[in-house]
């Protein structure tokens, strides 16, 4: 019976998440359309194929025109933030993709697409497209990715789509440059703007008989600084909670440094909103929005991006033993997001004669 619940359960998530990001507001990012700049808010790897328990994330990203075009990524950790960036050419129609871990494809017919590995063991990916110097982001609304994350120790997966941001500047042609260089203003004209909060509909920890273990929730700022000199961008994600009986709870927040994973009823005020004691029914919706506030120091207002993996217990032994991902829905329009990054020099010297 439980089987049957969780794949009647899957398929009901899958169905209101395309409903409902097909009617996005125009200019914004979102996961289902193409784009110029791709982020992938969770990346994971964990030890070995011999330890336990392991994780594994492929990515895959497509470009569907008949010409090319070259990717500048970056790597960002978790943990610390630090970043390593790569660049590699998607050619005309071309799929690619490669192991978080390795860097690289797998099996005796890869494609020969090697990028340097993720350093782990928890972080995100930024890709977009740049001209032939790497001096400037280009109009290239023709790409779009999937992340796949493995967890071999519970013979379990779930994958999502990127969030995907298209050019948007007036005149500029496919391949055109877009903006200034080290700068992609998400601001709905150069760019899609960022979505003005998130929505997330969840079930509450504990829920059918503990059937729903937890979630587990990943929040980006749509203010990105990879620079080599870089600051951190510090927001509070301020929640507010409806449960199946439309009462609203408030109260709930989370301090956030540029990249934030964790349980949502660990949450750092008032977490246990999330259970079912607390939120006195079995399934809630959220709304997250990235705000200024003096309890979290230094902290500016910033939309979010997201990731939620739900947690499932099928056999109630007190252990996960299936997860699944849900990117959430997204509504409004928030234009002070950005990207900033080190372009490169598109002036070569000659050599001195």
Known sequence: MKKELILALAVLFVAALAVSVAGAAPNVGNTTQKGSVLVFPKVQITGTRLDAPQRETFITISNDYYADVNIKCYWRRGPNHHTQDFTFKLTANQPAYFQASTGQ???????PIAVPPFEG?????LC?????????????????????????????AYAYNSWNFAARAAGVSL???????GKIALDGVKYDACPQYLLVNFPSVGAYGGLFRNVDL?????????????????TKAQFDLWNENEVHYTGVYQCIRSWFEGLIDGMANNGSKFRLNDLHSAFGRFRVTGVASTVC????????????VIQIDSDSDDEIDAITGVTGNSAGIDASGFVKWDAQS??????VR
Request: charged share 15%; glycine share 10%; with cysteine.
């Open 105 to 111: 494809n797998a099996g005796s017919d890869a494609l």
């Open 121 to 125: 063991p928890d972080g995100m990916l």
């Open 128 to 156: 977009f497209a740049v001209d032939a110097a790497g001096a400037n982001s280009i109009n290239w609304n023709h790409l779009y990715g999937t992340a796949t994350v493995i967890d071999y120790s519970l013979d379990s």
């Open 175 to 181: 391949g055109g440059v877009v903006g200034t260089p």
């Open 218 to 234: 990943t929040l980006v700022p749509c203010k990105v600084n990879v620079k080599q000199d870089t600051y951190n961008i510090k």
């Open 297 to 308: 120091r230094e902290s500016v207002h910033s939309p979010l991006m997201g990731l939620a």
């Open 346 to 351: 598109s002036i070569i010297p000659e050599s």
